[in-house]
Antibody, heavy 114, light 112 residues
Framework: EVQLVESGGGLVQPGGSLKLSCAAS????????MAWVRQAPGKGLEWVAN????????YYVDSVRGRFTISRDNAKNSLYLQMDSLRTEDTAVYYC???????WGQGTTVTVSS | DALMTQSPLSLSVTLGQPASISCRSS???????????LNWFQQRPGQSPRRLIY???NRDSGVPDRFSGSGSGTDFTLKISRVEAEDVAVYYC?????????FGQGTKLEIK
């Protein structure tokens, strides 16, 4: 069964850092663009960052550029999101998805609060 | 950014009746290869989103055929031919032709 399992979320103070991970299984991970999408509590969906199959191209939404870094390890079928200088408005459930968003995991919750 | 505008934002439908959700993009979504990068998602209460329709009108595996997508250029529609109780959810359109990829605000479907 195709699966994406996100982990690494938690409670962090404003200004802090967190690194999210996403493990893919039964999925041709290295053949797909991958992305992080988030959903703030009670709100809609927001596409956060993209990376191409090799990790050589990366795109970020303006609100996270310079603070978040997307990366991948194709040997481990894993996607990462390093989040620095976190703000309260980064509080959300974070999902990793392939390009086109045809597969979703359960997400991991990030709470930024003092 | 390509702004995605959905209407209505909420919908109350009697079981067995049809429902329709509109999505309008502020920019064209056609790729140079002729494909249109517009998908539809369903998010049931307490669940992760699920893709229903890709590239305007292609149903994902396991999606009931009462769901259909149509449209072109900047105007798109998701239709449910006969609403069932399990269709209670928020529905989102999403474009991935332009960066950043953007979602509509969501349309909440409830049963009347």
């Amino acid at each position: 069964e195709v699966q994406l399992v996100e982990s690494g979320g938690g409670l962090v103070q404003p200004g802090g850092s967190l690194k999210l991970s996403c493990a893919a299984s039964a999925f041709s991970f290295s053949s797909h663009w991958m992305a992080w999408v988030r959903q703030a509590p009670g709100k809609g969906l927001e596409w956060v960052a993209n990376t191409n199959e090799h990790g050589s191209e990366k795109y970020y939404v303006d609100s996270v550029r310079g603070r978040f870094t997307i990366s991948r390890d194709n040997a481990k079928n894993s996607l990462y999101l390093q989040m620095d200088s976190l703000r309260t408005e980064d509080t959300a459930v974070y999902y990793c998805v392939p390009g086109g968003a045809g597969i979703w995991g359960q997400g991991t919750t990030v709470t930024v609060s003092s | 950014d390509a702004l995605m505008t959905q209407s209505p934002l909420s919908l109350s439908v009697t079981l067995g009746q049809p429902a329709s959700i509109s999505c309008r993009s502020s920019q064209g979504l056609v790729q140079s290869d002729g494909n249109t990068d517009l998908n539809w998602f369903q998010q049931r209460p307490g669940q992760s989103p699920r893709r229903l329709i890709y590239r305007v009108s292609n149903r994902d595996s396991g999606v009931p055929d009462r769901f259909s997508g149509s449209g072109s250029g900047t105007d798109f529609t998701l239709k449910i031919s006969r609403v069932e109780a399990e269709d209670v959810a928020v529905y989102y359109c999403m474009q991935y032709r332009h960066w950043p990829h953007t979602f509509g605000q969501g349309t909440k479907l409830e049963i009347k």
